[in-house]
């Protein structure tokens, strides 16, 4: 299945069509409840793509869902984000049932609004099924409400406020969603603090590797798919947690070994740049330099 060219949908007219759910009242916006969804049979395609936002809580399922490689059981109500183009695949059958809804969103219905570019930049539409938001009830019951008014909206007369209403309801759901990962990200310690221990071990053996002149510094890409989490969410737990990106934790890893190498070694800043993966000395020594306030030759100079 991982090999088929997942089945693009392009209109949540077409999306409501392929799932057997009455045309949508509203072109561009639509909440929907799974207990109205069809179920696929095992000639339709489940791998698929969405040329529009998706928001997603599921609860009581034992339907499976997978992005990729990685797999996600739905045993409890979780709430989780797909952005346009991303693919993801469904397994079920008629013999499964689930509750929850779904909010459908256009990127057209954001067009001229502020939200068109804010709403790129909530991280979690680009974390993997297994990082979705585990909602405690209160949590839930404050989500749907907003659910609620937006169905509400677009389902009474149309007029020229319509738009501008159901957008601020769409933000603030969005800023609940984002207080709500925070506190995800604090009341997991446990799991969180273990990525952290991993992180810290994984930049340690990289950085110990003498081949590190020939791979380069390790991307982020590299090292939240060795943490077996996506990029963005291992952006976002670390910068609560410690208040840096990953990339800034690269960069604090590779000045302690540039340190290290300048006070112990005679290597020359051109060699000690080199081992750290720079082609040239002098990227090495401006990132040093924004990092330290001083030159490598100003803070070898101080151990003499």
């Known amino acids: ?19 057997d759910l009455p045309k949508p009242q509203h072109p561009l916006i639509s909440v929907y409840n799974f207990e ?11 791998s698929l793509m969405l040329d529009f936002y998706s928001i997603a809580l599921k609860r ?32 079920g059958n008629s013999e499964l049932q689930h509750t929850g809804w779904s909010l459908l ?11 068109a570019q804010k709403i790129k ?32 909206e677009y389902q009474s007369n149309i007029d020229k406020f319509s738009q501008d209403v159901i957008i601020a309801q769409i933000e603030l759901f969005l800023t609940y969603s984002e ?17 952290l221990a991993r992180l810290e071990k994984l930049l340690e053996d990289y950085f110990n590797d003498h081949s590190l002149s ?11 798919e060795n943490l077996n989490v996506s990029p963005n969410y291992l952006s976002g737990l670390l910068k609560l947690l410690t208040g840096q990106s990953t990339q800034q934790h690269i960069h604090d890893k590779l000045i302690e070994k540039a340190k290290e190498k300048l006070s112990t070694t005679s290597l020359s800043i051109s060699e000690i740049a080199f081992e750290l993966g720079f082609e040239h000395q002098q990227s090495f020594s401006k990132l040093f330099k924004t990092k330290t306030n001083v030159s490598p030759l100003e803070f070898r100079q101080s151990f003499n």
């Open 214 to 224: 020939k791979k380069g510094l390790p991307t982020v890409q590299f090292i939240a």
């Open 121 to 152: 930049q909530y991280e979690y539409f680009g974390y993997a099924v297994h990082e979705a938001l585990h909602l405690s009830d209160k949590e839930e019951n404050m989500l749907m409400g907003i659910i609620k008014n937006i169905q509400q």
């Open 105 to 115: 969103i256009h990127p057209d219905f954001l067009w001229n609004t502020p939200l």
């Open 179 to 195: 207080r709500f990962y925070n506190r995800q990200f604090i009341t997991r310690k446990i799991s969180n603090h273990q990525i």
């Open 36 to 46: 109205d969804l069809k179920y696929l049979n095992e000639t339709e395609p489940k």
């Open 1 to 19: 299945m991982a090999n088929l060219q997942p089945h693009r949908i392009k209109t949540i007219s077409e999306f409501h069509e392929f799932r």
């Open 60 to 91: 009581n399922s034992n339907a499976k869902m997978r992005y990729g490689q990685q797999e996600y059981d739905f045993k409890e109500g979780v709430l989780m984000f797909i952005s346009p183009g991303q693919v993801f695949s469904i397994e």
